[in-house]
């Protein structure tokens, strides 16, 4: 019963370089979201995918930043030109519920990426 | 997109007290709440979620007041393990067929001895 699968764990970018971020839902969720935590703040929504779509991704910046979940694979979190301020913990949640099944709406969590930007 | 309001503390009790927690949320729309756990650079993880006729765990009891729109975390008989910060997460309702949960700054618990 793996959970929720993050990799890398850390990483550590140059201004201007491409950071990729990888998620492994648990078995059986088809439901991934993607949070920015920054220091000694608290999570903030960025983008929720399902399998092949992207659902909301109102709270993820407009440019630099792009995000899939294709059919086979794992979600990918993708920031492009990196700057300092991207510099952050980004954790993976998946669950198992939709809006229209019944559910608490549990989220279950990575570890998180932690991005370093010099 | 709507809010969910915290104090940050910290709150720093001795062991074996008795602390409280509230969250504020601005949807009153929201149907589900949820505490969730957050140890110092770990992942969050759910401790319970918050039903209209409150509900128990152990030494945790949440608490849901729609007409005031707040929710409680009590948490009696504080252990040294009970130091983390605490995040109140609002599920949210149904927009465009999706829930984005809402998650609050979070409130951190220092016990002492």
């Known amino acids: 019963n793996a959970g929720v699968m993050q990799n890398p764990r850390h990483l550590v970018r140059r201004r201007g370089q491409e950071a990729r971020l990888r998620c492994s839902p648990m078995k059986g969720h088809s439901h991934v979201y993607w949070y920015r935590q920054l220091p000694e703040e608290g999570l903030k929504f960025m983008v929720y995918?399902?399998?092949?779509?992207?659902?909301?991704e109102s709270g993820m910046p407009k440019e630099r930043f792009s995000a899939e979940f294709p059919k086979e694979g794992p979600s990918i979190l993708r920031i492009q030109q990196v700057v300092r301020g991207d510099s952050a913990a980004y954790f993976c949640?998946?669950?198992?519920?939709?809006?229209?099944?019944?559910?608490?709406?549990?989220?279950?969590f990575g570890e998180g990426s932690r991005l370093t930007v010099l | 997109r709507k809010e969910v309001e915290q104090d940050p503390g910290p709150f720093n009790v001795p062991e074996g007290a008795t602390v409280a927690f509230n969250c504020t949320y601005s949807n009153s729309a929201s149907q589900s709440f949820f505490w969730y756990r957050q140890d110092c650079r770990k992942e969050p993880k759910l401790l319970m979620s918050?039903?209209?006729s409150g509900n128990e765990d152990g030494r945790f009891t949440a608490q849901l007041n729609r007409a005031s729109q707040y929710i409680s975390l009590l948490i009696r008989d504080s252990k040294l393990s009970d130091s983390a910060t605490y995040l109140c997460v609002d599920r949210g309702a149904p927009s465009g067929g999706s829930y984005i949960p809402t998650f609050g700054r979070g409130t951190s618990l220092i016990v002492h001895p």
């Open positions: 918050v039903y209209s």
């Open positions: 995918l399902q399998k092949e779509n992207i659902i909301d």
């Open positions: 949640a998946s669950s198992r519920v939709s809006s229209t099944h019944q559910g608490t709406g549990e989220l279950f």
